[in-house]
């Protein structure tokens, strides 16, 4: 499907509409019991999340084969992610079929899925520790910048591009991960106080849900207080994986809303980036907390990751852009997955990028098209799919520019090795030819 032509017209129908509120966590031998009630109760989704695979087999029960709990066993010993997952997420996970399951992709890896990395993978792909001029802060393009206050998530994501940082230490990786810090927060604001060119900060992650009501205040009022700065956004995948905390932690949404109430009162932004990849992921509980914050105006967008097998498909990325744009989410950005370790099987093809971006186009309005990016290896920040200098299929090679962002300097970006040409494959696996593919690709590029 994914490779669909976009030449003939997408098909879709009234589907996206329709959101599930069907009392699905009963499916779970585990929960089986568990009223709607406590299912809503941010506190019980939080101290029922699943955090070790000991737990998986205790609450799935006789739900999921022993070959395949050999799997999730087996898939610890590859992981660069810790598993936490909230109850809400496991329990739409089809577990009649969880080889296949988007969500199950997304959080709970299996051994069986690895591949080998790339050979120009890196662990920090995007160079965003190079470009940081003081801890917790990416400071890449002129007038916009990355902090991220904490390394920890309600959930954590298999094709994370922070698993150099998020969360804790796995078999593969380890990792000094922070908890909220004020003193580097403050030598954070400091720095940001003498750049005036900089308008706009992206408090990122790890995940805004994590930080306190106090947290939320102490960063928002602060960067708000900053008179260049006219934007900030809290990057949260929390209304995706964990609904239920906009609708019943009233400290920490009140929290929000008072950052938001100051930013309107100083005539800047405050906004919410979200990170919905599947549709299986849209309930009515999504809907219910889009309700929340529409009713106290704020704007949501939202940034999903292209993956195998989760969304690389033209009808599960129409249906996803037309649900997210129902419950008042404005699909902002599909990312091009990064090309960080654990993640091979998840990343497409850039051909099937640009394929996708051609057949979502038209679907609906223009500004809830999601624009397909790259975000560049080595840190040329995010390009749009076919804005690429030259790209080499055969071999997979892609040449960039960031006359912006870095000017004169030239980025590839290598599509997974298992869809190439299997000659091209044999080339690769060839530790001497590497060099020469990029070299013969820079020289067909003109570069
Ligand atoms: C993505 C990103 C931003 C924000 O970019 P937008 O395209 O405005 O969403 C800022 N800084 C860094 C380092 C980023 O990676
Ligand atoms: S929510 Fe974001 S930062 Fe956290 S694990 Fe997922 S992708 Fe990584």
Redesign the pocket.
């Known amino acids: 499907m994914a490779n669909k032509k976009a030449t003939s017209p997408t098909k879709f129908g009234l589907e996206h509409r329709n959101f599930r509120d069907d009392e699905f966590w009963k499916q779970i031998p585990g929960w089986a019991s568990v009223s709607r009630d406590e299912f809503a109760d941010h506190k019980w989704q939080l101290k029922n999340s699943i955090t070790k695979v000991e737990q998986v087999e205790k609450i799935l029960g006789k739900r999921v084969s022993k070959d395949f709990m050999a799997d999730i066993v087996q898939g610890q010993h590859y992981t660069p992610m810790n598993i936490r997952i909230t109850p809400y997420v496991f329990s739409l996970i089809n577990w009649d079929d969880p080889a296949n399951d988007p969500l199950r992709k997304q959080f709970l890896p299996i051994g069986s899925q690895y591949l080998h990395d790339h050979p120009y993978y890196k662990s920090d792909s ?1 160079a ?1 520790d190079e ?1 940081s001029p003081v801890p917790l802060l ?4 002129r007038d ?3 902090f991220l206050p904490t390394t920890i998530c309600p959930v954590y994501c298999n094709y994370c591009t922070r698993s150099r940082i998020i969360g804790g230490s796995t078999e593969t990786i380890q990792k000094s991960t922070y908890g909220a810090n004020q003193k580097k927060w403050d030598d954070v604001f400091e720095y940001l106080m003498g750049r005036p060119e900089v308008e ?1 900060v ?1 408090i990122s992650g790890g995940d805004a849900y994590m930080l306190t009501p106090d947290q939320i205040r102490y960063i928002g009022k602060n960067l708000l207080e900053i008179p260049h700065i006219r934007r900030i ?1 809290y990057a949260t995948k929390g209304i995706a994986i964990f609904p239920q905390k906009i609708l019943t932690d009233d400290a920490w949404f009140n929290a929000l809303k008072e950052v938001h109430f100051l930013g309107r009162s100083f005539g800047k932004q405050v906004v919410i ?1 979200t990170h919905f990849s599947s549709p299986q992921e849209i309930t009515k509980w999504s809907q219910r907390a889009m309700d929340r914050l529409f009713q106290e105006n704020f704007v949501v967008r939202n ?1 999903a990751v292209l993956q195998e097998g989760v969304n690389n498909d033209v009808n599960i990325m129409v249906k996803l852009t037309k649900q997210l744009e129902w419950i008042n989410i404005q699909p ?2 599909v990312y091009l997955h990064d090309m960080v370790p654990g993640c091979e099987h998840f990343r497409t093809t850039l051909k099937e990028a640009e394929e996708l971006e051609k057949a979502v186009r038209g679907t609906t309005a223009g500004f809830n098209t999601p624009t397909f ?1 790259c ?1 560049l290896p080595g840190g040329g ?2 390009r749009h799919v076919a804005s690429y200098e030259y790209y080499d299929e055969e071999m997979g090679v892609s040449v960039w520019k960031a006359p912006n962002v870095k000017p004169g300097d030239v980025f590839f970006y290598c599509d997974p090795l298992h869809k190439l040409s299997e000659k091209a494959q044999k080339r690769w696996s060839d530790e001497n030819e590497w060099e020469k593919i990029i070299n013969e690709v820079k020289e067909k590029a003109g570069i």
Do not use: A, P, S
């Not at 990416?138 to 393009?141: G, I, Q, S």
């Open positions: 995007l965003e470009d990416t400071h890449r393009y916009k910048v990355l706009d992206v956004r980036h940034q902002y950005y990016v975000d920040g995010k």
